[in-house]
């Protein structure tokens, strides 16, 4: 039973079209991320929310925008596509968050997107 | 601002040899500290934290770490290392404040061979 699932794995697109990506978690977690990993293995965050709520959006355009309909599910939307987002996305959920509160990570299996 | 520092691209051990992976942080006051091993094409797995206590935190697959706060370091060992355990290590810090943002370390590529 797979703890943190994103579908779909890949995904290849053109150049402006606009693609999502889906996440949900069944550990039960509070909190769940989008993390960029690039193709030198960079890994990077994107987005933080803790029980629907966004808690760490970091400098990512505004074509991405992430949705979360309930603590279990995080999805990411991309709008007009560029060559520069392609890359490895992976979702993850941790449980808690704040001060004195350190839950390890949980990560998906990524999602590669290839943007042609 | 947090940041995380692994030295070395690639660490190569002989099989049964002992291993270190080496990672050392910036990050205002204590921090928490973290190693992920990823296995190709594949999602990050969790290996080992510290948080507060012993400097010395043990681990999955026989791995350990040891945090030396003076030297602002948190580098990972194995006593006998195992093909199986050549992957991609990355080094991860927090800082005690509000929000949980992981700062990862660009990687370590650790190559066993026979």
């Known amino acids: 039973d797979t703890a943190v699932s994103q579908t779909p794995k890949y995904l290849v697109t053109q150049m402006g079209n606009d693609k999502s990506i889906k996440c949900e978690q069944n550990l039960g977690h509070d909190t769940m991320y989008w993390y960029k990993q690039d193709s030198k293995k960079f890994l990077k965050i994107m987005f933080s929310?803790?029980?629907?709520?966004?808690?760490i959006n970091e400098t990512v355009p505004n074509r991405f925008s992430p949705k979360s309909p309930d603590k279990a599910h995080l999805n990411l939307h991309i709008n007009s596509l560029e060559l520069g987002d392609s890359a490895v996305y992976f979702c993850?959920?941790?449980?808690?968050?704040?001060?004195?509160?350190?839950?390890?990570?949980?990560f998906g299996e990524g999602s590669r997107l290839t943007v042609l | 601002a947090q940041s995380v520092a692994q030295p070395e691209d690639q660490v190569n051990v002989a099989e049964g040899n002992p291993l270190t992976v080496k990672c050392t942080y910036s990050v205002s006051g204590n921090p928490y500290l973290f190693w992920y091993v990823q296995y190709p094409n594949r999602g990050l797995q969790f290996l080992l934290k510290?948080?507060?206590?012993?400097?010395l935190v043990k681990g999955s697959y026989g791995f350990e770490a040891e945090f030396n706060k003076s030297q602002t370091s948190f580098h990972l060992k194995k006593p006998s290392a195992l093909v199986s355990d050549s992957a991609l290590y990355f080094c991860a810090v927090r800082g005690r404040g509000g929000g949980n943002k992981l700062t990862f370390g660009t990687g370590t590529q650790l190559k066993v061979e026979l």
């Open positions: 993850a959920s941790s449980q808690s968050t704040g001060t004195g509160a350190v839950g390890e990570l949980f």
């Open positions: 510290y948080i507060t206590g012993d400097n």
């Open positions: 929310y803790n029980n629907k709520e966004l808690i």
